[in-house]
């Protein structure tokens, strides 16, 4: 049988109707009859836009469907009010004595004026001539030369953002200064460099088989130097550090990071749940909640396109970067200059020259500047390799990353003579 509109259905003996339930359809029935009144009950203060505040929209005229009518018949008797007045000013003015006329014209000073005043405020503004505003010196855009140009080429790709490219790589570069770092070690005493570089050779194996994106790797590292700068920690703590910044770095770089009891599961269930998440929130107050830190591998990225370097030159300059992660002595250098040096000698290894104008336009260094970062890569990569640290060379020996691991190292005396020209 059909419901009536506005009754209840009778219902069914011996059942319950939840009153949530009911009470909505009642209320979406009466929503399309009754119409609520616009002032509130018992004198509480009326709902308002909150962009009138903002805005200053208060002192603008807003047209509304039900005022057009009005609001044209308040315009009509404003505008007929003025024409009067102006008319009666201009009876006043022939009338009187014409003293004040001019020669040229024979209109008196006073017709001027009230026509002046009488003329709309559109055409005023119109006839005003546009005030001509200097872009700050410091706001400018830097004029790139054609021959360094390198992302017109992705004009039609947004992704890219190709006309802010540069200007968002130097915005990083200056950001570098906030997050310079230096040997943390003396603060901790109950770590040395070889248990960070254990954690680190662990967390490049976390990102293998999580198949985590490579910016998640370093940014988790930096995010784990950072806290240790600042946090002395005893050494059973040093894995729930790593894999606390693991989990942070997931959560701001992957699409689709993996959940907490992932790495509670990869630490072989050696900490509590409370624990981690008792950690994350540690490492966001002791970075001030900033974790956007540059790291090297977006600038090896950048500087890479610069010279059309092939993906097997630019894995090679990724391997020594990922080497550079594990060593204490390269903690101080800025992520801009490790990843400059890491591609230098990855052109000088495959022979496809040095420190080019274009490397020195887009990376603001000079060869000059590369030397003593140069010289530590080489001499880290030149030692006997480590049984404890195998991921890193493991991983870049595979023929997805073109063996680059198995490449001989460059001798020292080419790469000095490359960074003397």
């Given amino acids: 049988m059909p419901v009536v509109r506005g009754k209840k259905p009778p219902g069914t003996a011996g059942t319950k ?3 949530l339930i009911s009470t909505n359809t009642e209320n979406q029935e009466e929503g399309q009859q009754v119409k609520r009144s616009s002032s509130p009950p018992g004198g ?8 009138i505040d903002i805005t200053n929209a208060h002192k603008v005229l807003i047209s509304l469907p039900g005022r057009k009518k009005d609001t044209a018949k308040k315009q009509t008797k404003k505008a007929s009010s003025t024409s009067a007045k102006n008319r009666e000013n201009l009876k006043k003015s022939s009338s009187e004595s014409s003293e004040g006329t001019s020669p040229e014209t024979g209109k008196s000073d006073k017709e001027e004026v009230l026509r002046a005043e009488a003329a709309p405020a559109e055409e005023l503004v119109a006839a005003a001539p546009p005030a001509v505003r200097e872009v700050p010196a410091h706001l400018r855009r830097q004029e790139i030369p054609k021959e360094f140009d390198i992302d017109s080429e992705n004009s039609d ?8 490219a540069k200007d968002i790589f130097d915005y990083l570069k200056r950001r570098e200064e906030k997050f310079v770092l230096c040997n943390y070690m003396p603060i901790q005493p109950n770590l040395s460099p070889e248990m960070r570089a254990i954690l680190i050779d662990w967390l490049v194996e976390v990102q293998e088989n999580f198949e985590l994106y490579h910016e998640t790797l370093y940014l988790a590292v930096k995010m784990t130097d950072h806290y240790l700068s600042k946090t002395p920690i005893h050494k059973e703590m040093l894995q729930l550090v790593g894999s606390t910044a693991m989990l942070i770095a997931s959560k701001f770089e992957e699409r689709s990071p993996p959940c907490l009891d992932d790495f509670l599961y990869i630490c072989d269930d050696a900490y509590r749940r409370e624990e981690l998440i008792s950690m994350e929130g540690s490492i966001l107050q ?4 900033d974790i ?10 950048r500087y890479a396109k610069c010279v059309n370097a092939a993906m097997d030159t630019l894995t090679l300059a990724r391997y020594y970067c990922e080497m550079s992660l594990m060593e204490v002595e390269l903690l101080s250098e800025r992520g801009s200059l490790l990843a400059s040096a890491c591609l230098l000698m990855a052109l000088v290894t495959k022979d496809l020259g040095g420190w080019s104008p274009i490397l020195q336009f887009h990376s603001g260094y000079q060869a000059s500047d590369l030397v003593s970062v140069v010289r530590k890569l080489h001499a880290m990569l030149s030692a006997p390799p480590d049984d404890k640290l195998r991921a890193v060379r493991n991983k870049y020996s595979h023929k997805v990353f073109f063996e680059v691991a198995s490449l001989p190292l460059v001798n020292i005396s080419l790469l000095e003579k490359v960074l003397s020209e």
């Fill in 286 to 289: 002791a970075l001030s909640f």
């Fill in 17 to 19: 109707v939840p009153k």
């Fill in 44 to 51: 509480a203060p009326k709902k308002r836009t909150a962009f």
């Fill in 157 to 164: 790709d947004y992704f890219f953002c190709p006309e802010y």
């Fill in 292 to 301: 956007n830190i540059p790291i090297p591998y977006r600038f090896l990225r």
